[in-house]
Structures are given as C-alpha cells and as structure tokens.
C-alpha cells in the first residue's frame, strides 16, 4: 500500500472574531483536492494550534484570520511550532491581511498568503507545491 | 531497536506522531518501529467508542478522557473520520468537541482517515493503537467513524466497546436487529435528556432480555469471515465454549449520560471499571485476546496471500477472465478457480 499518501493539512482559527466560514471552505477544497484535513474549530489558541499540528504530523498549517490580530497570532503560532521541533512545517495564513503587513509576515517565513477573491484550487496546488519542495517528508 | 523507537518507549510526543505517520502510511521505518515496539504492547486498556454519526461520540470520548484525566490515568485518543469515496480527501474534525482537553502532557489527541476501510476503522488502526499503548498510555480511547448496524471491527481491537445511541433513532425493532448492539459491553444512551430517552432505554432493556448474552470471542470470529475459511477453522472457533467453561457471563449494563454536561460520566467510568474487573477476572482477557488475534492472522494471511497470487498472475490474465465471464461463457466461480490454477502451476 505504498505510493502516494495523502498531505495532511491543519486549518485552525486563531483568534476572538467567530467567523469560520471561509476557513470551512478551505478546508472541504482541500478535502476535494485529496488532502486529509484537520480542522479544530473556532478560537484556537497559538498553544492549542501549536499542539494539535504536533499530535497530528501534518505537512502544512492554515491559520484563518478575520480579526487584524494577525501580527500577534502569527508570530506567536511560528515561534511555538519551532520550540516543537516543527521548523519544516509551513505556515500559510488566510483572511484579510493588509498589503503592508505582508513583509513582515514573510519575514517570519510565513510562505503562502491569501486574501478574499483566492481560487480553491490556487491554494491547493501551492500546498502541494510546498509540500513536495520540502522533501518526502518521511522520518 | 530504531532510534524512533526507543523515542517512542521514553514518551516522546514528536517520535509518537511521526512513528504513528509512518505506520498509517506503510512506511518500512513505521514496520520496523512497530517490531520494535510490540514487546512493550499489552499493557493499555483498550476502550472503543462507537455509534451512529451524531450520537456524541466525540463529546463523550472528550468527557471520559477529562474523567479518567481526575483519576490519575494517562489517555491516548485515536479518533477515525470517514475518507471521501471520490477525492480520497477527508475532512478530520472529532478534535473540535475535544478542546477542554487541551494542555494537558497526559493527552494525546491523533485523528486518522479512513482511507477506503469499511468496518468502522482503518487499515491501521489496530498498529496505530499498538504504538500508543507501547507509548506508556494507561488507557487508549479508539473513536470509531460514525457506524450503522455493521461496522463492528472495533471489538475485534478493543478490549471494552462502549456503543452510544441517541435517542429518537429508530423503534424496538432496530434494537433487536444483528450488529452494533450486539458487539457492546456497555451500552451509552447520551443526551439522555432529550425526549425519547425512555423508549430507547426500554428498547434496550428489552433486546438485553429477550436474548442471550452472547459471547465476545463467538462474536469476533462469526463477523466478516469467509464462509469455507469458517467451515475449516476448528481452532478459532474452539475458543468460545473456553470462555463459556470460565463461568459468569458479562451482561452489558446500559448507561445514560448527557456529555456535553459532564452527567452520566461517573457511572460510565464505573461500568467501565466493572468491565475491566470482568475481563481480569478468570481467563476472560486471554481468551479475548486470543480470539482477536486469531482474526488479526487470519486477515494479515488473507492479505498476504492475496497480494502474492496477484504478483503471480500474468498481465491481462484477469482482463480475458472478466470478458469471459461478461459475455457468460464462464462463471463467477470458475474463473477463480482458474486463477488459483495458473497460479498454482507457476509457483
């Protein structure tokens, strides 16, 4: 049963604001596109999502963000991934991000992010993208 | 022993999820791991969870675990979601009801797919449970996908099944039907405040006393067997009258909970507690055991052997074979034997 394994996907939504629409869309794309996704629901802690993506090895984790605590949530959600010993697993963020912020969070090696009006399948293939650029994954 | 291994035995959490990622995903590195893991297996108890999709399962495994938590217990949860039949995508969400759970070093919490397994599990859940016992976990809660009357592989791996019903879900006549109720040890009726809570606790008080409380072992090895690999098993099935000779017989007692209001948990955690004393007493738990394992070879050897006559066959051999039978110039059971042939002749 070797071959291709399915990418393992954490969506997660950080922050106060409860409006999870978008990151429930992303996350039934990303199941069409093939991708096990977990989701854990609304008000995560960056503890809380620092955890589950530990518990359950995924490749890649999604923060949704609608609130603005962005510059917070994401510096914080990178720094606990890293302390885990998950400096492989990158991060993309979803949500309204103003242009200006967009360096900063590149600055902390935040690698895709995704603003209203972005295609499904854009994000899906750039996960696929940087799932494999970063190697087989394994051990 | 592997490094991930020996990683795995001291607790490590990283080594835990990534060994449990090479085992879900057949990983040599994940076999090796397991070999060298099995030795410490064993020692867990094994509590599956199951019942209809919406029954509340999660919020009771999330219940159970804070309740066990008190005790002094350390959980591993290994929670199973249904993989989509079209995109073999899944969307894993039982962590959602979890999150009082959070924070907690003596919880870990792993969501797995099914990836195209029928009974309620998947392919690998049984190894993904062995790692999280050879972890050191007191108790492992296996949350099955949302199950109708026939995904009934959780007592195949579980020592104790919890079956949850809701009520509202169907008359007296589902509650004496073949499946799900009859694998319980402890029969959950949750949302026990919603109305209708009485007729289903009289619909499974009824089906308790209208039949025979039947036997795990017998149970395990008529489910899902081939019928002639079942005429011809004398040894498997020689070990249900050896539970029957160990005397008392466990009948599963039905408990009613709210678990989203943490009511009911207490008592659940006693019948829980009676099972386990049940199982140690007498030779319960071995033959238990022995029957699963049983099964377990017998599905490993299906597979086994399957994978190798396939290995055997000539390309398009099955092709012309399927075209035969399409235009009825062969049967069904003729063709098999024809591909037991040849791939016997070339052995």
Do not use: C
Not at chain 2, 37 to 52: D, K, M, N, Q, S
Not at chain 2, 186 to 208: S, W
Not at chain 2, 225 to 232: K, P, T, W
């Amino acid at each position: 049963m070797a071959g291709e394994q399915p990418i393992r996907v954490l969506i997660a939504k950080p922050g106060l604001d409860g409006h999870d629409r978008g990151a429930k869309v992303i996350a039934r794309a990303l199941r069409d596109a093939g991708m096990e996704v977990v989701y854990t629901g609304l008000r995560q802690t960056p503890e809380m999502i620092a955890e589950a993506a530990l518990q359950e090895d995924v490749d890649v984790v999604g923060l949704s963000i609608l609130s603005g605590a962005h510059m917070a949530l994401v510096p914080r959600v990178r720094e606990l991934l890293d302390r885990e010993g998950m400096n492989d697993v990158p991060l993309l963020v979803g949500g309204i991000i103003p242009d200006s912020d967009r360096p900063g969070l590149e600055a902390l090696g935040v690698r895709g992010i995704f603003g209203p009006g972005t295609s499904t399948d854009d994000i899906a293939s750039y996960i696929r993208q940087v799932v494999t650029t970063k190697g087989a994954g394994a051990a | 022993m592997s490094e991930l291994a020996s990683r795995v035995l001291t607790g490590e959490r990283r080594a835990l999820a990534r060994a449990l990622s090479l085992v879900e995903n057949g990983h040599p590195d994940g076999e090796a791991a397991l070999s060298a893991l099995f030795p410490h297996t064993g020692r867990a108890h094994t509590i599956g969870v199951t019942g209809a999709p919406g029954a509340g399962k999660s919020t009771l495994v999330a219940a159970l675990a804070k309740a066990l938590r008190a005790t002094g217990k350390t959980i591993a949860v290994l929670a199973i979601d249904p993989t989509s039949p079209f995109s073999g995508g899944a969307i894993l969400g039982d962590r959602i009801r979890m999150t009082e759970l959070h924070g907690d070093t003596g919880v870990f919490i792993r969501s797995m797919a099914t990836r195209g397994s029928l009974g309620g599990l998947s392919r690998s859940a049984r190894d993904a449970v062995r790692v999280m016992d050879a972890a050191g976990f007191d108790v492992v809660l296996i949350e099955t996908v949302g199950a109708g009357q026939s995904e009934v592989e959780i007592a195949r791996i579980a020592q104790t099944v919890l079956v949850v019903e809701a009520p509202g879900m169907g008359d007296d006549v589902q509650a004496i039907k073949a499946g799900i109720l009859e694998i319980a040890d402890i029969l959950v009726i949750n949302k026990a405040d919603r109305p209708g809570a009485d007729n289903t606790l009289r619909a499974l008080r009824m089906m308790l006393e209208t039949g025979h409380p039947a036997l795990r072992s017998q149970i395990l090895s008529h489910h899902g067997r081939l019928m002639n690999v079942e005429q011809s098993d004398d040894r498997t099935r020689g070990l249900s009258p050896l539970s029957e000779m160990n005397g008392a017989l466990w009948i599963p007692p039905i408990v009613q909970t709210i678990a989203s209001e943490h009511k009911g948990i207490d008592e659940l955690l006693t019948a829980i507690s009676n099972h386990r004393a049940y199982l140690n007493a007498d030779t319960h738990l071995q033959a238990l055991e022995q029957s699963q394992i049983a099964i377990e070879l017998e599905d490993r050897l299906r597979e086994a052997l399957l994978s190798r006559l396939l290995a055997g066959l000539h390309n398009g051999e099955i092709d012309s074979l399927i075209a035969e039978v399409q235009a009825r110039t062969l049967t069904p059971n003729d063709a098999v034997g024809r591909l037991l042939e040849s791939a016997r002749l070339r052995a």
